[in-house]
């Protein structure tokens, strides 16, 4: 079993930066890959970013360049920097651990202004 928290959502302006945790409980969350999706208002969950137990990083072309998604196994914690933030990045963001199981977070909002 894996429990995942979210935090560091919040209010920020466009162009400013935010980092996302995902706090784990759980021996399985080393060996899973971790990802980051986020649902906006009306919209479907999205892929966001992905890095597997060995560290390879894949991202949505939306994002490339801008989030950089990462993790500490030692911590039991990942995380999603994001810079250069748009309104468009308006969202809850998941946090996911998929492989043995697979398992998600509550979400956290993050809100871009214009």
């Known amino acids: 079993q894996v429990q995942l928290v979210e935090s560091g959502g919040g209010l920020v302006q466009a162009g400013g930066s935010l980092r996302l945790s995902c706090a784990a409980s759980g021996s399985i969350f080393k060996i899973n890959a971790m990802g980051w999706y986020r649902q906006a208002p009306g919209k479907q969950r999205e892929f966001v970013a992905r890095?597997?137990?060995?560290?390879?990083?894949y991202y949505a072309d939306s994002v490339k360049g801008r989030f950089t998604i990462s993790r500490d196994n030692a911590k039991n914690t990942g995380y999603l920097q994001m810079n250069s933030l748009k309104p468009e990045d308006t969202a809850v963001y998941y946090c996911?651990?998929?492989?043995?199981?697979?398992?998600w977070g509550q979400g956290t909002q993050v809100t871009v202004s214009s």
């Open positions: 996911n651990s998929e492989g043995y199981g697979n398992y």
């Open positions: 890095i597997s137990s060995a560290g390879s990083a």
